[in-house]
């Protein structure tokens, strides 16, 4: 008999990739959610996957519900429903982590990259072999017939203390989420537990500092570009095009590898892809031919041009991702201007981190800004404005409005790269109108 599956919440970025990939293993979903718009809606939409109203009624003795993280008794009907009838659920990594025992799975960790890097991982692994996998984009893809499975493990509350993976990258420990985490230290914390739940390798950046603090009960393969890692990735060439590398394995040179994609980070994702799957005993011609094909995933760098301008959309929301990804946009066009327009994410996070995102707009060669972008989980909004953040950068940073973006006019041989995790594309989408507003005036 069929299972039938019932999310609340489905339009939760892992929420609807996983909606998606139990659909595609011939399970029965829906879900509910609120009615306002989310891109992630889109693929459960194409797929037919029904989504409701939130109502108790949805609640049918023969589904089985996995809950968003978001939802509680006090905020959501359906949960404070459960709770009173005694209707069981799983959180969504609650049910991830029972659920991932039944392939090989390979984790992606990281409080940067981690949805890139889970993103070029499936695609190259599912371009092998049959593999199901869940991205943070919202993407997933499910086979009844896979024997891998490729995820990405959020360290966001600990929700990744539920997996026990067989292989496990980690990109990066960083201090974020300040409303959670209360020092680089915590965070350290989480991320060494979750290291000793991987089960035959760990691959971890061997220049992160943190990382390399972290201990296992797997074997741990060092990469990065220096010497002294495991997998190291030289004679780097970066152009307008895409980057190009090469890279040894303890040093037997293991060949050349080509992606389609910007940035020094995006090198090391691929580096980190390359040694699990060779480590892993899976064909690196496969592989090399695999990662030419890349696409990219979900508001990671993602271009478009309007009325001959070039827009880039990037989820960036701390300093270490704005840095990447206006390297990524240098690489690829050297000889514009680039300019940044940026939401900063959470007040807890604008306060933490205040100094050091104004050091990475500096990077940029003009700088706008977006009232900060709230986050519901947050009680004290406490004493910060964006305006803050415009005083401490160095390049003047005027702030915009939603109703007015006219000012970025003012960069005729301009990138504009949008950047935030909040409402950000409502203002690359004002922008967007007054482009095209423009080709309607000149004819």
């Excluded at 695609?123 to 499910?142: A, P, Q």
């Excluded at 991987?198 to 220049?207: H, I, M, N, P, T």
Aim: aromatic share 12%; charged share 20%; no cysteine.
């Amino acid at each position: 008999m069929t299972k039938n599956y019932h999310f609340i919440g489905i339009k939760g970025s892992g929420m609807s990739a996983l909606a998606l990939m139990l659909h595609q293993m011939g399970y029965h979903v829906q879900g509910s959610d609120v009615e306002k718009y989310y891109f992630t809606q889109r693929g459960l939409e194409q797929a037919g996957i029904k989504i409701l109203p939130f109502d108790e009624k949805n609640l049918q003795a023969d589904v089985e519900v996995i809950a968003g993280n978001a939802f509680r008794p006090d905020n959501n009907l359906e949960i404070a429903y459960a709770d009173a009838n005694g209707i069981s659920y799983k959180r969504y990594h609650e049910f991830l982590g029972i659920f991932m025992r039944n392939f090989v799975s390979m984790g992606v960790a990281g409080a940067h990259g981690k949805t890139s890097t889970t993103g070029m991982l499936a695609h190259v692994l599912s371009n092998i072999t049959d593999t199901s996998y869940l991205i943070g984009d919202g993407t997933g893809r499910g086979s009844a017939n896979a024997k891998y499975f490729a995820f990405e493990a959020d360290e966001y509350e600990r929700h990744f203390m539920p997996y026990h993976p067989e292989y496990s990258i980690i990109t990066n420990i960083d201090f974020d989420h300040p409303d959670y985490f209360t020092s680089l230290e915590d965070v350290f914390n989480a991320f060494n537990d979750y290291a000793k739940q991987v089960s035959k390798g760990l691959f971890v950046y061997g220049e992160d500092k943190e990382l390399r603090r972290v201990t296992a009960n797997a074997p741990i393969y060092y990469y990065g570009f220096k010497e002294g890692n495991d997998f190291i990735a030289h004679d780097l060439l970066r152009s307008t095009t895409g980057s190009s590398f090469k890279v040894s394995f303890r040093g037997q040179e293991l060949g050349e590898f080509k992606i389609p994609s910007f940035g020094r980070h995006n090198i090391m994702n691929a580096t980190a892809v390359i040694g699990l799957l060779y480590t892993a005993g899976f064909d690196l011609n496969l592989v090399r031919e695999h990662l030419v094909t890349f696409g990219g995933v979900k508001r990671r760098f993602t271009e478009k041009v309007v009325n001959g301008t070039t827009i880039i959309d990037d989820f960036a929301h701390h300093p270490t991702e704005i840095i990447a990804t206006l390297d990524a946009a240098r690489q690829k066009y050297p000889s514009k201007e680039i300019v940044a327009i940026f939401q900063p994410h959470t007040f807890t996070r604008t306060i933490a981190l205040l100094d050091e995102f104004a050091e990475a707009l500096n990077q940029a060669d003009a700088v706008y800004l977006a009232q900060i972008y709230g986050s519901a989980r947050e009680v004290d909004h406490g004493d910060v404005k964006v305006e803050d953040l415009a005083e401490k950068i160095i390049k003047k940073a005027e702030i915009i409005t939603v109703d007015n973006v006219s000012p970025l006019l003012e960069h005729p041989n301009a990138v504009y790269v949008f950047m935030g995790a909040g409402d950000i594309q409502t203002y690359e989408y004002s922008f967007e109108r007054l482009l095209s507003n423009l080709t309607s005036n000149v004819q």
